[in-house]
């Protein structure tokens, strides 16, 4: 009770537990801005405890703070390799970068191709096996996180981001 855990990449709490699962609760911004208003029981889905702080990152930084949605529009075989291309909505993919970091519902990948209306990335073997991704089709929607830093970066950069704001943090010194 009370951890969270990431489904398909969508932070939630557990306000329920027992021996085969658990219950959160879904807020409607939540439903909005995810796949989960569609899913449906026994469909397959990623889940992720919270990383601890002592504990080796082998991504990026996933808050598990899903931004919107993507549609999958193509698979490909590519070598060993599955390439996923997913159209994706101009708000977010203009934090998307060749090489950068993103997450499609929860896991941490590394953008391979981007375009003015969707990203690309490489699925290798162990991705397709352990995760839901192996099961990818066109019409697909996925979850999508972009990077927290390109989103900080952004807020630096915006023309109001010098503007000082009292919050009383820091007052009386």
Do not use: W
């Amino acid at each position: 009770m009370g951890d969270s855990v990431a489904v398909d990449g969508v932070c939630l709490t557990a306000t329920a537990t027992s021996a085969s699962g658990f219950e959160a609760e879904v807020m409607n911004e939540t439903l909005r801005l995810s796949s989960l208003a569609e899913a449906s029981v026994g469909q397959a889905v990623n889940l992720e405890l919270a990383m601890r702080v002592d504990q080796r990152l082998g991504g990026h930084i996933v808050q598990g703070h899903v931004d919107g949605v993507g549609t999958v529009s193509a698979v490909l075989a590519d070598g060993f390799a599955r390439r996923v291309t997913v159209r994706t909505p101009a708000a977010l993919l203009r934090y998307v970068a060749l090489k950068g970091s993103l997450t499609v519902n929860g896991v941490s990948l590394t953008v391979a191709g981007v375009d003015e209306r969707s990203f690309n990335v490489s699925l290798i073997p162990e991705t397709l096996e352990r995760t839901n991704l192996g099961t990818l089709e066109p019409g697909t929607v996925v979850n999508l996180e972009v990077d927290v830093l390109a989103r900080y970066v952004e807020r630096l950069m915006s023309a109001d981001a010098g503007l000082e704001r009292r919050t009383g943090a820091g007052e009386g010194r």
